[in-house]
């Protein structure tokens, strides 16, 4: 069988774990594409069996693709459309990491009709929702629906439990947007930072709050037709009273360039972290009222590169969509439901299963 030629844009964390997961396998050919010379020197230290090609101003992203199968968008939102567009005129398959905008819904429609097009494929939105999918499909009639991710230090060391474990500009917009929500129903906007509850995994206390951007798409439980869903994010205890001075006591709510700066310069990077996937679903038996709850936890594998969990699961799950489309069990065309697919099976493919935690 050919290898799968994929280009991969961007040579961040996601970009640079995702070459490193692809080119390890024998069914890939990988090519790595970054503006930075610095990002593509930090891939050439790991060593990583890939062709890598800096992007000069103003050269055609197009012609990069040629020759190639599929682009990979692993970019900030704001440059996503313009890999957009470069794959449909490549006419080569399609994947990002973000929640498709109705304007990149636009730019790919026509190469659906002839490539396979993902969507949304790290872990939120990605494999948080073949989970909560999953779940509804074992536990039916369901109520109320409970998504809840988070990626925590393993030892942490300071007040607020935390530290830099992905994009500070993300975790700000979590912290800052509105979350989309079903009520009674309906497709609602949540507050952040409110809805606070605790949870306990094996004997360890937690706390859970709504934040934005977690699962956008809420039209993937459609058929389950749950009445309630609220996304959650897991942190230790008394994180969110520290965040609440910051954003609300303190006023960085409105001072966004300072927040950005006190915790990009004030909290340590995190390497060794744990990544938790929590979905409960609560229902009716009759008159009985049930609940069932399914929990997943993940640590970092340095077998697989010197990437967190987070980082690793968002490219491990990426990495397995691409195999499975190169093997011939995702369909070649199309805008895929990856939520719709086992999380058995994907759990059990060589890039997710060294990082599940006993």
């Not at 050919?2 to 961040?12: R, Y």
């Not at 890939?50 to 990069?64: F, I, K, N, P, V």
Request: with cysteine.
């Amino acid at each position: 069988m050919a290898k799968l030629k994929v280009t991969i844009f961007g040579a961040g964390e996601i970009g640079s774990a995702l070459a490193m997961a692809l080119s390890a396998s024998e069914d890939f050919t990988v090519q790595v594409v970054d503006r930075s010379e610095d990002a593509l020197d930090r891939l050439r230290s790991m060593d990583i069996q890939a062709t890598l090609q800096t992007l000069g101003h103003g050269e055609e992203l197009q012609a990069l693709l040629s020759g190639q199968d599929v682009a990979v968008a692993a970019v900030p939102e704001a440059g996503v459309n313009a890999i957009a567009e470069a794959a449909v005129r490549a006419k080569v398959h399609y994947l990002d990491f973000s929640c498709a905008r109705p304007e990149t819904k636009a730019i790919l429609a026509p190469l659906a009709e002839e490539r396979a097009v993902f969507n949304g494929c790290g872990v939120s939105p990605g494999m948080i929702g073949n989970v909560a999918c999953g779940l509804l499909d074992a536990f039916s009639p369901v109520t109320d629906l409970t998504i809840r991710v988070g990626a925590i230090p393993r030892y942490p060391t300071n007040r607020l439990g935390y530290g830099q474990l992905w994009n500070v500009d993300g975790l700000i917009d979590e912290y800052t947007r509105p979350s989309a929500a079903i009520r009674d129903g309906k497709t609602v906007s949540v507050s952040p930072l409110e809805e606070y509850g605790q949870l306990s995994i094996d004997g360890v206390t937690y706390e859970e709050f709504v934040t934005s951007g977690g699962v956008e798409d809420l039209s993937i439980f459609s058929e389950s037709a749950p009445k309630n869903v609220t996304f959650k994010t897991i942190r230790y205890p008394g994180h969110l009273d520290y965040m609440r001075f910051l954003l609300d006591d303190l006023g960085l709510r409105h001072r966004r360039d300072m927040l950005r700066s006190l915790l990009y310069n004030g909290l340590p990077v995190i390497e060794d972290d744990v990544l938790l996937l929590v979905v409960t679903a609560r229902g009716y038996r009759g008159r009985q009222p049930t609940e069932r709850t399914i929990c997943h936890r993940f640590s970092p594998n340095r077998n697989l590169g010197p990437f967190n969990a987070l980082t690793a699961v968002a490219t491990g799950y990426a990495a397995t969509l691409l195999s499975m489309l190169h093997r011939g069990e995702i369909p070649a065309r199309g805008v895929i439901a990856h939520h719709r697919i086992d999380t058995g099976i994907l759990l059990s493919r060589d890039f997710l299963k060294p990082l599940l935690s006993a």
